[in-house]
């Protein structure tokens, strides 16, 4: 067909896929760990670049480098995938198998293109763009909103990362544009001051901190390879930012900077987190206790005065040691010292390498129109600036969570690859070679081609369109559509069967419609019970971790007592005694669970439980509410009056934050009925 021949030409194929990754970084950039339509819609992108170039291999054949980094890469890819064997909550697993896994991926589509080059040239710009607009935005967001300067990201830190990762390749192009383009070069500066000034105004320590090694890094490498004029106008440029940021911060930033001195004090929040996770890690099995399910076994070590969200270690290394185990971390820390030890090799074979640019005019390897100098100088000075990038990264994720962020990971994924690309044609590495036209007929082979993509296809659009009738279901259901809202929820629960979350919110719908179904009859009752169990059966199975399903579970018991049997209550209790000891900070858990003891007579195991609650650090909210004021009433009822008054004090605000009735004036105007 001559569509399908022409797309499968190299230049348009290599146009194609750029413009396939350019949009796989928009749904990326919107996932933030929360909506899975843009994950899977991203991750249906890249794979649909992936097949536009194994279908080229059959006429052109495809060389990949046989390389320490493409080995190393594709060994803790895969030790995560066989992790997945033994994982304790499958579909939290695959999920961030391919989040973590969108580096690997995005290597191994770089990897896949017949002309690198040509991809390279039409991506990286898109990439460098896509940074600007974003640090553009988090300045309005910071000058004219008063908002935090993160852009898109839920994290600042993340968004520094990002800017990152993109400012410094781009200051290694700064460095060797020519000096007689002097538009080109005022407006390259200028988007670069833009970049750095973005990365200050976070006041993230240790995003600056990693900015800065990586930078000076790139200086050191270059030196020889550009002029100095040119090196020090880009650490000016560097200098002003900072000065600029912490100009507007009113000292602010570089007083953060110097908390650095003393790391003990630094940031106590960070160190709660690490001493909690490694005694964590101490209970973890050698093997991880499965890639992503961090955030679900955290609570029960978690620091009483952790405010954190909870779902990273803030240690990538960390984290992946416990999660994928020691074979993790091995192999992480194998392919960073592959990547120093692959530039250390190039730094002294430079004398040797082919010219990659040549002399005066832009080529297929570099990005941006550039001129004069030898080539070999020029692959020098893009290589420090891609591996200063990639150091930037790993050095911050000592304190962040990069290895978790999707499109931190998409762009380091194309610029790992760039430098395993560069450094392969530099060290004269050997390249595997494949020819499909030797052994497969044209039909045959697109067929494959076309089966294999098909199953991640499958797979990411029913998790997008599962997420879609998910968040329509929670949409129906706080208007108070129970019948759409579960229509909704079975159609997600048939596109996932395995999602955990699904069939939770599932069973909770249950039990609110058992709650309004004043008309039911009781067999219909007991049939609508029964089906909530089932559902919550299902849940515990998949994710035995989830203690908002030990939650609904007590809350079954407790208000179909008639159907749950004479042991309801201790069955209830049992339940949201599990639900606690999951999860500490569950004080809902505890609000019911107290509640079934007074209702018992005993106050003080109430007391106790609830006491031991007012320990951790909670995010203000109507139900907190109820918890701290059932607490004050337990403690009057128990002659803690100082206590109870204090805590009668400290409600005042909330309830004046949450727009709520004050608690009385004295703690003993209001007490608990124990019946």
């Known amino acids: 067909m001559p569509a399908a021949s022409l797309l499968l030409r190299s230049q348009t194929a290599s146009w194609?896929?750029?413009?396939?990754?350019?949009?796989?970084?928009?749904?990326?950039?919107?996932?933030?760990?929360?909506?899975?339509?843009?994950?899977?819609?991203?991750?249906?992108?890249?794979?649909?670049?992936?097949?536009?170039?194994?279908?080229?291999?059959?006429?052109?054949?495809?060389?990949?480098?046989?390389?320490?980094?493409?080995?190393?890469?594709?060994?803790?890819?895969?030790?995560?995938?066989?992790?997945?064997?033994?994982?304790?909550?499958?579909?939290?697993?695959?999920?961030?198998?391919?989040?973590?896994?969108?580096?690997?991926?995005?290597?191994?589509?770089?990897?896949?293109?017949?002309?690198?080059?040509?991809?390279?040239?039409?991506?990286?710009?898109?990439?460098?763009?896509?940074?600007?607009?974003?640090?553009?935005?988090?300045?309005?967001?910071?000058?004219?909103?008063?908002?935090?300067?993160?852009?898109?990201?839920?994290?600042?830190?993340?968004?520094?990362?990002?800017?990152?990762?993109?400012?410094?390749?781009?200051?290694?192009?700064?460095?060797?544009?020519?000096?007689?383009?002097?538009?080109?070069?005022?407006?390259?500066?200028?988007?670069?001051?833009?970049?750095?000034?973005?990365?200050?105004?976070?006041?993230?320590?240790?995003?600056?901190?990693?900015?800065?090694?990586?930078f000076l890094l790139l200086l050191w490498l270059v030196r020889g390879c550009v002029p100095v004029q040119r090196s020090r106008l880009l650490l000016l440029l560097a200098l002003l930012a900072l000065l600029l940021a912490n100009l507007l911060w009113q000292g602010g930033v570089l007083e953060r900077l110097g908390t650095l001195a003393n790391p003990a004090r630094a940031d106590l929040g960070r160190l709660q987190i690490w001493a909690q996770a490694w005694k964590m890690l101490q209970d973890a099995p050698w093997y991880g206790l499965g890639i992503g399910t961090f955030w679900l076994a955290w609570p029960p070590y978690r620091h009483p005065a952790d405010g954190s969200a909870g779902y990273?270690?803030?240690?990538?290394?960390?984290?992946?040691?416990?999660?994928?185990?020691?074979?993790?971390?091995?192999?992480?820390?194998?392919?960073?010292?592959?990547?120093?030890?692959?530039?250390?090799?190039?730094?002294?074979?430079?004398?040797?390498?082919?010219?990659?640019?040549?002399e005066g005019r832009g080529t297929p390897t570099s990005p941006l129109p550039l001129a004069g100098g030898e080539g070999r100088e020029r692959g020098r000075v893009e290589m420090a600036g891609?591996?200063?990038?990639?150091?930037?990264?790993?050095?911050?994720?000592?304190?962040?969570?990069?290895?978790?962020?999707?499109?931190?990971?998409?762009?380091?994924?194309?610029?790992?690859?760039r430098f395993n690309q560069l450094s392969a044609q530099t060290l004269g590495s050997r390249w595997l070679r494949f020819a499909p036209a030797q052994w497969v007929r044209p039909k045959a082979y697109y067929t494959l081609i076309a089966l294999l993509v098909s199953f991640p296809l499958i797979y990411f659009a029913t998790q997008g369109a599962s997420a879609l009738y998910y968040k329509a279901a929670l949409t129906q259901a706080s208007r108070g559509q129970l019948e759409q809202a579960y229509q909704s929820l079975t159609r997600a629960a048939r596109l996932t069967p395995s999602s955990?979350?699904?069939?939770?919110?599932?069973?909770?719908?249950?039990?609110?419609?058992?709650?309004?179904?004043?008309?039911?009859?009781?067999?219909?009752?007991?049939?609508?019970?029964?089906?909530?169990?089932?559902?919550?059966?299902?849940?515990?199975?998949?994710?035995?971790?989830?203690?908002?399903?030990?939650?609904?579970?007590?809350?079954?018991?407790?208000?179909?007592?008639?159907?749950?049997?004479?042991?309801?209550?201790?069955?209830?209790?049992?339940?949201?005694?599990?639900?606690?000891?999951?999860?500490?900070?569950?004080?809902?858990?505890?609000?019911?669970?107290?509640?079934?003891?007074?209702?018992?007579?005993?106050?003080?195991?109430?007391?106790?439980l609830l006491d031991q609650g007012m320990l951790y650090v909670y995010v203000q909210a109507p139900d907190l509410y109820t918890y701290y004021d059932l607490t004050r009433q337990v403690l009057a009822l128990s002659g803690e009056t100082a206590r109870a008054e204090w805590l009668s004090e400290r409600l005042k605000p909330l309830a004046r934050a949450l727009k709520l009735d004050p608690p009385p004036a004295r703690a003993e105007d209001k007490g608990v009925k124990l019946n």
């Open 386 to 417: 891609l591996c200063a990038g990639l150091l930037a990264i790993a050095a911050h994720s000592f304190f962040n969570f990069n290895l978790y962020i999707s499109p931190t990971l998409l762009v380091a994924g194309l610029v790992l690859a």
């Open 16 to 214: 194609a896929a750029a413009a396939l990754f350019a949009a796989a970084l928009v749904p990326a950039l919107l996932f933030n760990g929360v909506r899975v339509e843009f994950f899977a819609l991203y991750h249906i992108l890249l794979f649909l670049g992936l097949a536009l170039f194994a279908a080229q291999w059959r006429l052109a054949g495809a060389r990949i480098p046989n390389t320490a980094i493409s080995l190393s890469l594709v060994l803790l890819w895969t030790w995560l995938g066989v992790s997945l064997l033994w994982h304790p909550v499958p579909q939290v697993g695959f999920n961030y198998f391919w989040i973590v896994g969108t580096l690997p991926l995005a290597f191994l589509i770089y990897t896949a293109a017949v002309d690198q080059d040509a991809l390279w040239r039409r991506t990286a710009p898109a990439i460098f763009i896509t940074g600007l607009a974003l640090a553009l935005w988090a300045i309005y967001q910071w000058g004219l909103v008063g908002e935090a300067p993160r852009s898109v990201f839920l994290d600042i830190n993340s968004h520094a990362a990002f800017l990152n990762l993109i400012a410094l390749p781009a200051s290694a192009y700064f460095l060797l544009q020519p000096a007689d383009q002097r538009w080109p070069l005022r407006l390259l500066g200028a988007a670069l001051f833009v970049l750095f000034f973005a990365i200050m105004l976070t006041k993230g320590r240790g995003a600056i901190a990693s900015f800065f090694i990586s």
């Open 312 to 358: 990273f270690a803030h240690n990538d290394y960390l984290q992946i040691w416990i999660e994928a185990g020691w074979p993790g971390l091995l192999l992480l820390l194998i392919l960073l010292g592959a990547v120093a030890w692959t530039l250390v090799r190039v730094l002294r074979n430079v004398s040797t390498m082919p010219p990659l640019i040549p």
């Open 500 to 608: 955990d979350s699904v069939l939770a919110t599932h069973a909770d719908l249950v039990r609110h419609l058992l709650r309004v179904s004043d008309k039911t009859s009781l067999g219909d009752k007991k049939l609508l019970y029964q089906f909530a169990m089932e559902l919550l059966d299902k849940t515990q199975k998949l994710n035995p971790l989830r203690p908002q399903a030990f939650m609904t579970r007590g809350l079954l018991y407790e208000e179909n007592q008639e159907i749950a049997g004479p042991d309801w209550i201790e069955r209830a209790q049992a339940a949201y005694r599990h639900a606690v000891k999951l999860d500490p900070r569950y004080h809902q858990a505890r609000v019911r669970y107290a509640a079934l003891l007074l209702r018992q007579g005993k106050l003080q195991e109430a007391r106790r």
